[in-house]
């Protein structure tokens, strides 16, 4: 269910592109999603939503627990870009800030789904893991200089209502500023 897009053009695509190249690069995100490398990590990362159902409409159980694990990146609606002018350059450079958004949704595994604590501490294991790795990239080429992450929603686990129709999983919504 991959989607093509466009080439990166531009401070706020090419933000949301290094900081997927982050998370495409983060070894605990690739065991997670049992893949090898940043071209197959890439795959389960999305940007700004989900690739459309198949039928058009809602997703199916089936189509959710495919998708997942994945992580949806998209530019924060409230704080997403900005820039400030340098006035005291000869040249009146801009330096650009903004922030990043990455919703990581996973299934729950099954051997643990009576056990909410240990869902908890497994899903905070894998994103503190993720977040240790992506400081080790930050400000190097092809990743974002991340200032700032925060894991602003979660872990929140599926309701048991959800749980017929899209699985039972876990997610979070992580905020990186730049």
Do not use: W
Request: glycine letters at 8%; proline letters at 4%.
């Amino acid at each position: 269910m991959s989607v093509t897009l466009s080439t990166p053009e531009g401070p706020i695509a090419l933000a949301e592109t290094y900081l997927a190249n982050m998370l495409a690069d983060s070894a605990r995100f690739r065991t997670l999603t049992g893949t090898a490398d940043r071209a197959t990590a890439m795959k389960r990362i999305h940007f700004g939503h989900l690739p459309t159902p198949n039928s058009g409409g809602e997703y199916t159980r089936g189509e959710m627990e495919a998708l997942r694990p994945f992580a949806l990146v998209f530019t924060d609606d409230e704080d997403g870009y900005g820039g400030s002018l340098n006035a005291v350059s000869d040249h009146y450079d801009y330096t650009d800030r903004g922030a990043i958004m990455a919703f990581i949704e996973m299934d729950v595994p099954e051997n643990i789904q009576n056990n909410p604590a240990e869902v908890r501490r497994r899903f905070n294991n894998d994103v503190g893991t993720i977040f240790s790795e992506m400081d080790q990239m930050a400000g190097q080429a092809d990743y974002l200089a991340v200032l700032d992450r925060s894991m602003v929603m979660g872990p929140e686990r599926s309701h048991e209502d959800d749980e017929v129709t899209r699985g039972d999983y876990v997610a979070a919504l992580l905020r990186f500023t730049y």
